[in-house]
């Protein structure tokens, strides 16, 4: 995890500009550096780091001895650097995974250089020699990036909003547009004499299911689905600890998360890893999280650290929170609460630092409840798809900004290209719920009798807003109390009028919004809808208000 800001075309003193870079410094807060590019005087790249491999070499904006013409600063992992430097003969400087990057640029051109790429990412390279810069992030925005760009010509980029606010003085607000950086595209701009950023061309790369690496994985005449899928995500986990800093796990005791954790148990035993795996839990008193994570961290033998807050303890960091989050979207503000405490937990009281989680899972294998109200299978397949496309607005981004906020990095496997890849194409009617139950599929798949208790494996879906909180009063019923004495009956009969797009329709929903606006006005657009379970009357987000879950 890495904090990543660039400047192109200013009218405005860069000296002064740069200044912005700093409001994302807990993204990297292992080592800060800014570079002002002589050719030309009103551009800037500047990069946070969070040091986790090649801590010595891994510095960045990086270029070559070779070719220094090409600059790049990329907040990601790429887990087959070593593959492609292999592959392609590329000559390597450093052990930084991201170096390979700027060979393959320079050799296949950027659209060729993003669809080699097996990881995660947010990129701007600087090409002063053919005046271009270009911008990239991966299929599913696990890396953010926001972009900032003007009529004029004025170009920013920024691992997050907060770093692109007043950088275009010179120009109306009606004029820049500021938005998030589309995933699985590269786009490239041509630069004039002074720097000025046209958009040339915008590339889209690598979209969900069009990722067929698995098949390196799955023999030519393997015809054991479930197989596969084992075979396929302790791949995807193993990958992932790439790390030359401590490698822990989120874990929620749900299958998801429970899953990851075994894997990388399992993984770390087998390459000889000599600390043990520290494993994190959240919950208040009594919740069904904080014991079902309890029996998982018991049977395969973590270090494990629970976290028992209580609601005011939640309530007191919502404003912090949203500054992070960037987002005023109900059910994500409500899930980031607990995984915020708990990644500023783990950043003060322990020494990991990559924390691996069981995001995207629920979107991928159709794990909400309200999958099991789609009226036919071809219905599901095209509500999972339609969700993974929208991660970077919700899930995903709640996951990067709760961490990077304490300067953590997360890792997700089930979002990995060569996974995602193979459980999409699969037939629609093997991943949707069968005999009563969400994710079937996955969990029949290790369904061994030794990889996790089949109480875990089997456990019904509790979303991770719900499942910190006792069965008996749910965390969104302590949030509602809470925001019933915060905002008025006036405020609410005034909201439409307040707020056209998106209206809150709740006082929850109202305080967000007011919290957000405070801090980000006039950027209601970047969250495009609430999110809310499909097929169903529901008028709350949580999974406790589904009749599924009562049965």
């Known amino acids: 995890m890495c904090g990543i800001w660039a400047v192109f075309g200013s009218d405005d003193d860069v000296s002064v500009q740069c200044h912005a870079v700093h409001t994302i410094s807990h993204r990297g807060p292992d080592a800060f550096r800014i570079e002002n590019i002589n050719h030309f005087q009103n551009c800037c790249l500047g990069f946070h780091r969070l040091a986790i491999v090649d801590d010595l070499q891994g510095m960045q904006p990086m270029r070559l001895y070779s070719r220094p013409e090409i600059w790049l600063i990329c907040n990601g992992e790429i887990y087959n650097h070593k593959l492609l430097t292999s592959t392609h003969d590329l000559g390597v400087s450093t052990c930084s995974d991201v170096e390979p990057m700027i060979h393959l640029y320079d050799k296949l051109g950027p659209e060729a250089m993003a669809a080699q790429l097996d990881g ?3 990129f701007c390279i600087l090409d002063t020699a053919n005046r271009k810069v270009i911008l990239g992030r991966d299929t599913f925005g696990v890396r953010p990036l926001f972009r900032l760009h003007t009529e004029h010509g004025f170009l920013a980029v920024c691992s997050e909003a907060k770093g692109l606010f007043g950088l275009s003085h010179s120009q109306s607000d009606e004029e820049a547009s500021m938005e ?13 004499h002074l720097g000025r950023a046209t958009l040339s061309s915008r590339t889209s790369f690598n979209r969900p299911g069009q990722f067929p690496l698995y098949k390196t994985l799955v023999s030519a005449d393997a015809e054991d689905i479930k197989q596969n899928i084992s075979t396929i995500f302790e791949a995807a986990v193993r990958k992932r600890l790439m790390s030359e800093r401590r490698v822990g796990c989120f874990l929620s005791g ?15 035993k087998e390459m000889g890893l000599t600390y043990p795996i520290q494993t994190f839990a ?15 961290a018991d049977y395969l033998g973590t270090e494990h650290h629970e976290v028992v807050f209580t609601p005011q303890e939640g309530f007191d960091v919502i ?39 069981g995001e995207g899972s629920d979107e991928l294998t159709q794990g909400y409840l309200h999958f099991h109200l789609a009226p036919s299978a071809a219905e599901a397949d095209r509500e999972s798809r339609r969700l993974l496309q929208d991660l970077h607005l919700y899930d995903v981004l709640r996951t990067d900004r709760c961490t990077a906020a304490w300067g953590l990095e997360v890792r997700v496997p089930f979002l990995d290209h060569q996974f995602t890849s193979y459980y999409l194409s699969l037939p629609p009617e093997e991943r949707q719920p069968q005999e009563g139950v969400e994710k079937y599929l996955l969990r029949s798949a290790f369904d061994d009798g030794h990889l996790l208790p089949n109480d875990i494996l089997w456990r019904p879906k509790e979303g991770f807003s719900d499942g910190v909180s006792p069965i ?5 019923e302590y949030l509602h109390e809470f925001a019933d004495s915060q905002v008025s009956d006036e405020e609410m009969r005034t909201a439409k009028s307040m707020y056209p797009f998106n209206t809150p329709c709740t006082k929850e929903a109202l305080l967000y919004r007011r919290t957000f ?4 006005p006039t950027k209601s657009s970047w ?3 609430f999110w809310m379970p499909r097929w169903t009357d529901s008028t709350d987000p949580s999974a406790r208000a589904l009749p599924h879950y009562r049965q």
Do not use: Q
Request: charged share 20%; aromatic share 10%; with cysteine.
């Open 180 to 192: 998030p950086f589309p995933p699985g595209h590269v786009e490239v701009y041509d630069l004039d």
């Open 282 to 296: 959240i919950g208040m008193r009594n919740c069904p999280d904080l014991k079902a994570a309890r029996k998982v």
């Open 254 to 268: 749900g299958l998801d998360s429970s899953l990851v954790t075994a894997l990388l148990v399992k993984i770390s």
């Open 120 to 122: 995660v990412f947010a």
């Open 472 to 476: 008996t009063k749910s965390w969104f």
């Open 517 to 520: 606006e405070s801090l980000f």
């Open 319 to 357: 404003p912090d929170l949203i500054k992070h989050l960037e987002t005023y979207e109900v059910i994500t503000i409500r899930s980031s609460i607990a995984m915020y405490l708990l990644s500023g937990y783990i950043k003060g009281k322990t020494d990991t630092i990559v924390v691996l989680s």
């Open 527 to 529: 969250t495009p809808y």
